[in-house]
């Protein structure tokens, strides 16, 4: 490798966008344990936009390359390396050193682009305990997707009782998560109902496979209605809620008896403090909700497992270049992508 610097995007302050600023730096050098990746895409996610904006509910520094997701190409190895080689191709984790169990507060801790500095730059060191390899069938923009957005689906529906055939499982919208969530119930031969905003968007997901699709703004009873739609209008038993308060209630009627409601994000957000969780007492419904997170590094490799098996293609939205990075989070905080958004960092080899 003859070069010996490298672009990187730095936040520099909490102003949002604004607080981006491209900068050059050395590339750093693997340790003993550590792994040297060139990295070639990474795909942004509504937590990259709070984090910009300083109404992360984790820590976060004044100072920090932002971005936790991420695709490379291993270019170097510390001494002791034995999980990976030169040349192939990887991903690093979100929570760094999660590799199984329970969630710490030091795992949430590590996560890429808020304490710790994230992947929108060219090179980046990290531990081998924390990379896994990229799903042969995967181009690097299409890996940059899995790593916060597709385990977070995945961890929603297997991360406690893992999702069966004939199950039914809702989504809302369009998101990262919400595609990824439809996309491996369908490959597990479950039941769907999506929600969406618009008639575009339904076409959409009706095409990726969709059973039902509901417009909310046209039915603001969608709840009810994905419950008398689903099988003996028993119900979902997955119910994948991004909304926040306004719809929580509404997911709560959509669930079965017995079915969960995996919370997934920052609720809600007003001045940089989350609001109440909903307006009724979640306890009062026969089922359970569940806080859900990015899984662990196991769940990740089960999960590329599962892709590579089933030839699930990530949802990719829009490419930028890595000079147009903020333009790329203007994009997504205009919240008009389907799919994922992705800066592409380096050509294919």
């Known amino acids: 490798m003859a070069a010996e610097t490298m672009k990187q995007w730095v936040l520099h302050g909490r102003n949002g966008i604004d607080s981006l600023s491209f900068e050059e730096?050395?590339?750093?050098?693997?340790?003993?344990?550590?792994?040297?990746?060139?990295?070639?895409?990474?795909?942004?996610?509504?937590?990259?936009?709070?984090?910009?904006?300083?109404?992360?509910?984790?820590?976060?520094?004044?100072?920090?390359?932002?971005?936790?997701?991420?695709?490379?190409?291993?270019?170097?190895?510390?001494?002791?390396?034995?999980?990976?080689?030169?040349?192939?191709?990887?991903?690093?984790?979100?929570?760094?050193g999660y590799i199984s169990g329970n969630l710490t507060q030091q795992h949430m801790d590590s996560a890429l682009g808020a304490l710790p500095d994230g992947v929108l730059r060219e090179y980046a060191v990290f531990t081998e305990d924390s990379l896994v390899h990229i799903p042969p069938s995967l181009s690097y923009e299409e890996a940059s997707t899995l790593p916060c957005a597709g385990l977070t689906a995945w961890n929603c529906l297997y991360g406690s009782r893992p999702l069966r055939p004939g199950d039914t499982v809702l989504t809302q919208g369009t998101g990262g998560v919400s595609m990824f969530a439809l996309q491996f119930a369908i490959a597990t031969g479950a039941e769907t109902i999506a929600t969406t905003s618009s008639a575009e968007k339904e076409q959409r997901l009706k095409k990726l496979g969709a059973h039902h699709v509901i417009n909310y703004r046209e039915d603001p009873e969608w709840g009810t209605t994905a419950k008398r739609l689903s099988l003996d209008q028993q119900g979902a038993n997955y119910v994948i809620e991004i909304g926040g308060p306004g719809t929580l209630h509404q997911s709560s009627k959509a669930a079965a008896v017995g079915g969960e409601v995996a919370i997934v994000g920052m609720l809600s957000v007003t001045n940089g403090s989350s609001k109440e969780v909903a307006p009724w007492n979640p306890h009062a419904a026969a089922h359970s909700t569940r806080r859900t997170t990015v899984g662990s590094r196991l769940q990740f490799e089960e999960m590329n497992r599962a892709i590579e098996v089933n030839k699930i293609r990530p949802i990719i939205d829009r490419v930028f270049g890595f000079e147009e990075a903020d333009e790329a989070f203007k994009y997504v905080w205009n919240g008009k992508h389907s799919g994922k958004v992705i800066i592409k960092i380096a050509e294919d080899d």
């Open 25 to 96: 730096t050395s590339i750093p050098q693997p340790g003993e344990h550590e792994v040297l990746i060139k990295l070639h895409a990474v795909s942004l996610n509504y937590r990259d936009l709070m984090v910009a904006n300083g109404i992360y509910y984790w820590k976060q520094s004044d100072s920090v390359v932002p971005v936790s997701d991420g695709a490379g190409q291993v270019i170097s190895i510390g001494a002791k390396v034995k999980r990976f080689a030169p040349g192939q191709r990887v991903m690093p984790t979100f929570f760094q």
